[in-house]
């Protein structure tokens, strides 16, 4: 991406081990990520280009001396950012803090919309996935990278459990793994807002019980009535907007709990007295996605859960500015790219 709207397709240097725990993974599937939409629409014009993409699977190809989790030939699934997955942020569930981490497409590491990907931390990061490369799982398999443990993310910050009341906006692909992952935890109502038929009703499938298609005061208004005047229990804020957050804050009960999972597009907020007085929890964040493949992967690999139905256009690589075009129109609500 060398500025907003314009992403190319360059020819790069083949990945190499650089560090004996280096990895080399030829890349199977990628995809585009609603974060990389931010960039595509503010990215101030450079003349050096940013590499792009943090969703992916592949085949190792080559390992560093260091490497001993994975080796060549295995399928595995990379995190949306790399981890030693051993320091003392990873052993409390803080992944994206790990002191030997970092993200894809920064300080010399390969993004993951190309042909092969050089991955840091190896045997910390990448999930060898037992399934050949050619399976019909793989798109749900590639939602573990990030959108689908993201949507986890938010759900157990939030505190989802055994029959509670959810609300979710955002209708995006992390909006609707979000509604996946609550009713996996067991809510009981998952109040789905979105404008978009095609989404909700996905969303429906996924298991939202009630969808909301107003915005502002009046989705608030709509989703109190639906809650008998109160509001829900538990907010998850999928999209990062100060208006999403604002109708987070409208939609919960006191004493309720908000997790933030879209990348804010705001530096200040309605968090003052008027919050306080309410004890309101604000949580989420950032997701530690290679702490909850472990967990989520035996319910994609039986069919239990789904996600890999989030993607509803493959694009080849060639065409990733198209699939980038595509999203930012709305035209698209997951692209994968097929390599």
Known sequence: MYGAGDVRIENRPDPTIQQPTDAVVRTVLSCVCGSDLWPYKSMPATGTGRPMGHEFLGVVEETGAGVSGVRTGDL???????CDNTCDYCARGLHFSCRQGGRYGFDGVDGGQGEAVRVPQADGTLVKLPVAAD???LPSLLTLSDVMTTGHHG???????????VLVIGDGAVGLCAVIAAR??????????????????????FGATDVVAERGEEGIARVRDLTGGDGV???IEAVGTRQTLQTALGSVVDGGTISRLGVPQYEEGPVGPSMIMRNLTLTGGASPSRAYIDELLPDVLDGTIEPGSVFDQIFSVDRTPDAYQAMANRRVLKALIAL
């Not at 595995?76 to 790399?82: E, I, L, S």
């Open 135 to 137: 399976a019909a799982l």
């Open 184 to 205: 996996r935890l067991g809510a009981e109502r998952i109040i789905l807002m979105g404008r978009h038929t095609a989404r909700t009703d996905l969303g429906r499938d």
């Open 233 to 235: 229990e538990k907010v």
């Open 76 to 82: 595995v699934v990379a995190p949306f950012t790399y």
């Open 155 to 165: 759900a157990v910050t939030a505190g989802v459990g055994h029959g509670d009341g």
